[in-house]
């Protein structure tokens, strides 16, 4: 649901008196959220990207240029190659982290809701 839907719907449930009120409460909830989510993501792939890649391709110098530059890199190197899988490889893990981490995090704040 995008942003307008849901401050739509949350709105359509109050008074007229209540719209500004409700409408700085949700987009400050919205905003928090996401500055907290944009964080804790950045950390996640500044923080594990690059040991993964170093891990599952091998070379450190062709995994830091597959960090700097993951589509330059993915479209140098042909499907099937080591190097290739081996940055999807890193990429899905680091995915299954940020995935990981952000279900957990759903739970205390939807325990608050």
């Not at 070379?59 to 530059?69: H, I, M, R």
């Not at 990981?100 to 809701?113: Q, Y």
Request: hydrophobic residues 45%.
């Amino acid at each position: 649901m995008s942003t307008l839907s849901s401050l739509v719907a949350v709105l359509a449930q109050k008074p007229l008196i209540d719209v500004a009120l409700v409408t700085g409460l949700y987009l400050a909830a919205y905003y928090v959220g996401s500055g907290i989510g944009s964080s804790v993501s950045g950390a996640i792939w500044t923080n594990t990207l690059p040991a993964r890649l170093d891990k599952y391709i091998g070379n450190s110098t062709t995994a830091l240029s597959a960090y700097e530059a993951p589509l330059t890199f993915v479209l140098s190197y042909p499907v099937g190659t080591s190097e290739r899988a081996g940055m999807i490889r890193a990429y899905g893990e680091v995915q299954r982290l940020l995935c990981i981490t952000g279900l957990c995090l759903c739970v205390p704040f939807l325990a608050c809701a």
